[in-house]
């Protein structure tokens, strides 16, 4: 929720930090990556990026190549991607799936 709330920084730091914790979820590893793009955070990004593709659940394949191209286009497009797109969609998702 940091990462909606104008609190990016923290938030990120939150999320790369617990990410390698929860590796075979994808979805939790391409947020990582974008949060930590987001940051300028780039060897921490391209780590996260590289378990979601090792995920046991892994990420839409879609999705790793267009979170690998906000990562070469900069800070600014991860953080596009991540607040306009991907962490409304998850939130969304993981909402529907709640027990």
């Known amino acids: 929720m940091r990462m909606l709330s104008g609190e990016e920084e923290e938030g990120a730091e939150v ?3 617990t990410a390698p914790e929860l590796e075979e979820e994808g979805e939790v590893q391409i947020v990582a990556a974008l949060a930590a793009g987001a940051e300028g955070w780039i060897d921490e990004a391209w780590t996260a990026l ?3 593709g090792a995920a046991a659940i892994p990420a839409d394949e879609a999705l790793v190549v267009e979170v ?3 990562l070469d286009a900069g800070a600014e497009a991860a953080r596009r991607l991540l607040l306009e ?3 409304p969609r998850v939130f969304h998702e993981r909402i ?3 027990p």
Do not use: K, P
Request: aromatic content about 0%; hydrophobic content about 55%; overall charge neutral.
């Open 68 to 70: 690998e191209e906000a």
């Open 96 to 98: 529907l799936t709640r």
């Open 50 to 52: 590289a378990r979601a």
């Open 85 to 87: 797109e991907v962490l």
């Open 15 to 17: 999320v790369v930090r």
